[in-house]
């Protein structure tokens, strides 16, 4: 199974300050055809996940232009230009390129 | 709007069953992979199962700790995916959500969750 693993485990952020957080894979999520299927979700606190980014950094549909993902082969990056109330939960990055699909242990985001 | 809305979490004993239900609006879920991920109190996501649109084949795959105790099925009638758990452990014990794929290598849909506990 591909392992991810999320660093830091826990990140207290200003207000209005930016925040970056790391995955990182256990082999290379690029598939044959190219693509790397590499997505991060966000939980809020008692809310289900949310798609955040896909591919690397293409951002799902409302989501914030603070937001933004980059990366390749396995070494992979969120971040949030300036961070805001509403952004405080967990991020997960999760790779759908091969099952079993597999999650970071997550990253919680707190104000400091 | 596709929306997924899951039901069928309960408290159930060790070594019960439950099924869950995910029904789904807006599409037919036939036509896209869909997955079941749980998550345990206090803990983070772990993906159990994986149903393959039809189109693609219709097969299903299951993690190892829930292979052979998890079966995942759907009826087109109702438009609803299904989760069938027997031989259930207390490590099962989990908020239990349905997602699908619309987006191509991506889960962008997610439903509510439903909580399965079990214990004696």
């Known amino acids: 199974d591909i392992v991810l693993t999320q660093t830091p485990l826990s990140s207290p952020v200003t207000l209005g300050q930016p925040a970056s957080f790391s995955c990182r894979s256990s082999?290379?999520?690029?598939?044959?055809?190219?693509?790397?299927?590499l997505t991060w979700l966000q939980q809020r606190p008692g809310q289900p996940p949310r798609l955040l980014i896909h591919?690397?950094?293409n951002r799902f549909s409302g989501v914030p232009d603070r937001f933004s993902g980059s990366g390749a082969g396995t070494d992979f990056t969120l971040k949030i230009s300036r961070v805001e109330a509403e952004d405080v939960g967990v991020y997960y990055c999760?790779?759908?390129?091969?099952?079993?699909?597999?999650f970071g242990q997550g990253t919680k985001l707190e104000i400091k | 709007e596709v929306q997924l809305v899951e039901s069928g979490g309960d408290l159930v004993k060790p070594g019960g069953s439950l099924r869950l239900s995910c029904a789904v609006s807006?599409?037919?879920?036939?036509?896209?992979?869909m997955t079941w991920v749980r998550q345990a109190p206090g803990k983070g996501l772990e993906c159990v199962g994986l149903?393959?649109?039809?189109?693609?084949?219709?097969?299903?795959h299951y993690t190892a700790p829930v292979k052979g105790r998890f079966t995942i099925s759907g009826d087109d009638s109702k438009n609803t995916l299904y989760l069938q758990m027997s031989s259930l452990k207390t490590e099962d014990t989990a908020v239990y959500y349905c997602?699908?794929?619309?987006?191509?290598?991506?889960?962008?849909?997610w439903g509510q969750g439903t909580t399965v506990t079990v214990s004696a």
């Open positions: 997602a699908m794929s619309l987006l191509p290598g991506a889960f962008d849909i």
């Open positions: 807006g599409f037919t879920f036939s036509n896209a992979w």
């Open positions: 149903s393959i649109s039809k189109p693609d084949g219709g097969t299903t």
């Open positions: 082999q290379s999520l690029e598939q044959n055809d190219g693509n790397t299927l």
């Open positions: 591919r690397i950094s």
């Open positions: 999760m790779q759908v390129t091969q099952f079993p699909y597999t």
